[in-house]
Nanobody, 121 residues
Framework: QVQLVESGGGLVQAGGSLRLACAASGGDSGSRTMGWFRQAPGKQRELVATISDNFSTNYAESVKGRFTISRDNAKNTVYLQMNSLKPEDTALYYC???????????????WGQGTQVTVSS
């Protein structure tokens, strides 16, 4: 089993920045694809960004140019740098890992507990 622990969430004003981190441990913690998802109240969980083990990235249109996903394979950690935050970015952000090279949410096998990001206007 892979355990994922997120950190870095918080309250920030619109236009500000936050950096989320997700540390993976246990099992095959060197997952092929790592991703960040988010879920706002009353909405479905949505993909934010993914990064493969060869550092190929994929972003939701709503965050392109503002968010950057990265990973440190030596530390089994994935990051999400969020800049120019907007109130609509407010959500619970989840880290996820997949054994597969994928961008499909259903293919992610392991999930963290989530970290809250709140952007005030």
């Amino acid at each position: 089993q892979v355990q994922l622990v997120e950190s870095g969430g918080g309250l920030v004003q619109a236009g500000g920045s936050l950096r989320l981190a997700c540390a993976a441990s246990g099992g095959d913690s060197g997952s092929r694809t790592m991703g960040w998802f988010r879920q706002a109240p009353g909405k479905q969980r949505e993909l934010v960004a993914t990064i493969s083990d060869n550092f190929s990235t994929n972003y939701a249109e709503s965050v392109k140019g503002r968010f950057t996903i990265s990973r440190d394979n030596a530390k089994n950690t994935v990051y999400l740098q969020m800049n120019s935050l907007k109130p609509e970015d407010t959500a619970l952000y989840y880290c996820a890992a997949s054994r597969f090279l994928t961008t499909t949410p259903g293919a992610f096998n392991y999930w963290g507990q989530g970290t809250q990001v709140t952007v005030s206007s």
